[in-house]
């Protein structure tokens, strides 16, 4: 099993990177493919694309890839392919399409079997309770359990952060034999027990780099396997170097800074490299703001009527 999250695919270039940043993407994005192939089934845990409608070339691009490889993929979408960050706009998506197109399996909230895993899924917007809930059912399969929220190694990650820690997860599902997780871009990996007990949380982080304060990541994916021990390994995605342009600058960068501020303020949190969506979103969820007023405004970011 190829365990994989927040691979964000899209069409534009980062204003951090001066390289050939698509090309970079296509191959880390086809190495995995690759490595699907001899280790099936691939589990992706958020974020396969950057923005919900990602257009016609990246879906015809992800549908060949899987197609050629004989590939269906389990995805646990994140807010990213999500339209207005609501599973209710899902079948007017990018993922959508791939489901329609019978090369992924969507799990939103609910499990499905695969082989021989039984694989159980929460994505953005469903809280961590419901698939505590589902783990609670007898399976005689493995279990893999995959979400998409911000998970940390060990710590917060700035002051009041409202987040949950790797080895708390493993000790709050003690069914899961493996937690894959999304939406953090650091790649880490926590453990717990020993020999035929050990088990796994893996956060992969993001498969690209897209912005400077991500220079020392490694980019990666992992294999696990389960037996009589599970074994879980990680695999470093190549990594492209001297991509980074020297100084961002411009007019939509400043403002896009600005608004990082005021919404870190907004949040009484400090920013320490999030980007605007993610510190909208801390601040959405942690004021509790209405969902009807959280559709208004994500319709707003992303330029739709």
């Known amino acids: 099993?190829?365990?994989?999250?927040?691979?964000?695919?899209?069409?534009?270039?980062?204003?951090?990177?001066?390289?050939?940043?698509?090309?970079?993407?296509?191959?880390?994005f086809l190495t995995i493919c690759d490595a699907a192939v001899s280790s099936p089934p691939l589990v992706i845990a958020g974020d396969l694309f950057h923005t919900a409608r990602p257009g016609d070339y990246l879906e015809q691009f992800v549908i060949t890839a899987f197609r050629d490889r004989g590939i269906r993929a389990v995805l646990v979408p994140g807010q990213h392919d999500l339209p207005y960050h609501s599973y209710d706009y899902i079948d007017d998506s990018g993922v959508g399409v791939l489901q329609a197109a019978g090369v992924v399996d969507l799990v939103w909230d609910?499990?499905?079997?695969?082989?021989?895993?039984?694989?159980c899924g929460c994505g953005y917007g469903v809280g961590l309770e419901r698939l505590?809930?589902?783990?609670?059912?007898?399976?005689?399969?493995?279990?893999?359990?995959?979400?998409?929220?911000?998970?940390?190694?060990?710590?917060?990650l700035w002051p009041g952060q409202v987040t949950e820690v790797g080895g708390?997860?493993?000790?709050?599902?003690?069914?899961?034999?493996?937690?894959?997780?999304?939406?953090?871009?650091?790649?880490?990996?926590?453990?717990?027990g020993e020999g035929v007990h050990k088990r796994f949380m893996v956060n992969p982080g993001s498969m690209m780099?897209?912005?400077?304060?991500?220079?020392?990541?490694?980019?990666?994916?992992?294999?696990?396997?389960f037996g009589l021990c599970s074994v879980v390994e990680r695999f470093?995605?190549?990594?492209?170097?001297?991509?980074?342009?020297?100084e961002r600058g411009g007019p939509t960068t400043v403002a896009r800074?600005?608004?990082?501020?005021?919404?870190?303020?907004?949040?009484?949190?400090?920013?320490?490299?999030?980007?605007?969506?993610?510190?909208?979103?801390?601040?959405?969820?942690?004021?509790?703001?209405?969902?009807a007023v959280r559709d208004i405004v994500w319709r707003a970011v992303h330029g739709d009527n």
């Open 257 to 291: 800074s600005e608004l990082d501020e005021f919404i870190s303020k907004l949040a009484n949190g400090y920013e320490l490299g999030l980007s605007f969506e993610a510190n909208l979103e801390e601040f959405l969820v942690s004021n509790n703001i209405d969902s």
């Open 132 to 156: 505590v809930v589902m783990l609670a059912q007898p399976s005689k399969l493995p279990i893999v359990a995959v979400a998409h929220r911000m998970v940390v190694e060990s710590a917060e």
């Open 236 to 246: 470093s995605l190549p990594i492209e170097q001297d991509v980074f342009v020297n």
């Open 110 to 119: 609910g499990c499905v079997e695969v082989g021989d895993h039984r694989i």
């Open 1 to 28: 099993m190829i365990l994989v999250a927040d691979i964000h695919l899209r069409r534009t270039v980062p204003r951090a990177r001066k390289d050939d940043y698509l090309a970079a993407q296509e191959r880390k």
């Open 209 to 225: 780099r897209m912005d400077k304060d991500q220079a020392t990541h490694k980019p990666c994916y992992f294999r696990v396997g």
């Open 168 to 192: 708390a997860l493993l000790r709050k599902m003690p069914q899961a034999a493996c937690i894959l997780n999304g939406d953090n871009h650091q790649s880490f990996m926590v453990s717990t």
